[in-house]
């Protein structure tokens, strides 16, 4: 049996045996709130949305999605640090929270390692390196002479001083030998409207917020930060191909609740979250989303995330972010 036909057969067992863990009693059996730190009607949020449809079965309870937008994620990852640790309350959240804040300010009101249960990954959002129309260079060749022939003189944007695009340009430039200037916007819509009209010539775009405009050529893909080419731009180059080493670039989703959350719970958790990322409905749409799902245990989640935590922690010390 395969994995995939391993997890269904698994996720027909979970369904089962809701009524009867209601009948006894057992978790769960009241309303799980799922707190997304973001507005409602983002990329985030539509994510959060279509899981927690699929995982609502599993798990024979209603999920409610309460959206907690502000302070970098911060005030959506307190909340649920302080939460009662039963597995009524849960947050799908990822690099900014998991990885990013620890580094970027300087007291955090939580520890990601140590204030949540870690329950699984979701996925990953791979970034593409993209130019507005005007931009003179055609490739990651010509982008490349570019920026080296006038250190500093190109411009680059993203949706905001703290987030993955900003620092995925950082880690680029480190290993290049580049040096660009940050255009920092609030958030990534008026960011991406100021490359489609000229008025910044790079910056990287997740598939979520960029892809459509990516594949109606309204902007020029340079190249992508994954490891393989995406089945969505397959004519686009990975860094690594184009020569550029330990680059790829990637922001991460994953499941948690708060700190103390007992084993069963957990299990039962990732048992759903994982059924549900192999759900023909939920691959559709994040296939359409350009999102990698991410099977795995809560180990390997929380692995993945002080993984990344530790390697964008050297590139937001060497370029002095801060967000305090």
């Known amino acids: 049996m395969n994995r995939r036909h391993f997890l269904e057969a698994l996720a027909v067992t979970a369904m089962a045996a809701a009524p009867l863990a209601r009948a006894q009693g057992t978790y769960p059996n009241q309303v799980i709130k799922w707190v997304v730190p973001y507005s409602a009607g983002g990329g985030s949020d539509t994510l959060a949305r279509t899981l927690a449809e699929a995982m609502r079965p599993m798990l024979g309870q209603q999920i409610i999605v309460e959206n907690r937008p502000g302070g970098a994620t ?137 892809g459509s405009i990516i594949k109606a050529g309204k902007v020029r893909p340079l190249a992508i930060g994954s490891k393989a080419r995406s089945p969505l731009l397959p004519n686009v180059p990975t860094l690594a191909e184009l020569g550029v080493p330990d680059a790829e670039v990637f922001a991460f989703q994953g499941l948690l609740g708060p700190a103390g959350l007992p084993q069963d719970v957990v299990a039962r958790l990732n048992l759903a979250l994982n059924a549900a990322l192999t759900s023909p409905a939920v691959v559709k749409r994040f296939t359409d989303f350009g999102f990698e799902p991410l099977l795995g245990s809560p180990e390997a989640f929380k692995t993945l995330a002080r993984a990344e935590a530790a390697r964008w922690g050297k590139v937001i010390r060497a370029n002095n972010i801060s967000l305090d």
């Open 74 to 210: 911060n005030i959506a990852a307190e909340y649920v640090s302080h939460a009662k640790p039963d597995g009524y309350t849960i947050m799908s959240t990822g690099s900014g929270v998991l990885a990013f804040n620890e580094h970027l300010f300087k007291k955090l009101s939580f520890s990601p390692e140590n204030d949540f249960t870690y329950i699984g990954a979701i996925g990953k959002f791979p970034l593409v390196l993209v130019a507005s129309p005007e931009f003179p260079a055609k490739d990651f060749k010509a982008f490349l002479a570019i920026a080296k022939e006038a250190p500093g003189k190109l411009d680059y944007a993203s949706p905001g001083h703290g987030s993955s695009h900003r620092l995925a340009m950082e880690l680029l430039q480190r290993q290049t030998g580049t040096r660009m200037t940050h255009v920092p916007y609030r958030g990534a819509a008026p960011a991406i409207q100021d490359l489609l009209g000229g008025r910044v010539p790079v910056m990287f775009l997740d598939l979520a917020s960029g």
